[in-house]
């Protein structure tokens, strides 16, 4: 028997739709590696939250912004 698609309308107004809040904190030096190891293996549910935010301090802020405009080419 076949199951039936359920179609469901994206809200009309922007404040009809709830943002998530953070409810964990994890540490960067926890997070990076297991970011990069899914990227690396092209695992596929990394694609699912690629337009998540992620928080981050104003200091650490400045110096990936400051990285990008001076990254290093590649030899």
Same mark, same amino acid.
């Given at each position: 028997? *076949? ?6 309308? *994206? ?8 943002? *998530? ?33 992620? *928080? ?20």
């Amino acid at each position: 028997m *076949a199951s039936r698609l359920k179609l469901y309308r *994206a809200p009309e107004d922007e404040d009809e739709v709830a943002v *998530a809040e953070p409810d964990v904190r994890v540490r960067l030096g926890d997070l990076l590696p297991l970011v990069a190891m899914a990227q690396r293996m092209n695992f596929i549910w990394l694609k699912d939250f690629l337009d998540d935010e992620v *928080a981050v301090s104003s200091d650490l802020y400045e110096v990936l912004l400051a990285f990008r405009r001076n990254r290093p080419t590649s030899a």
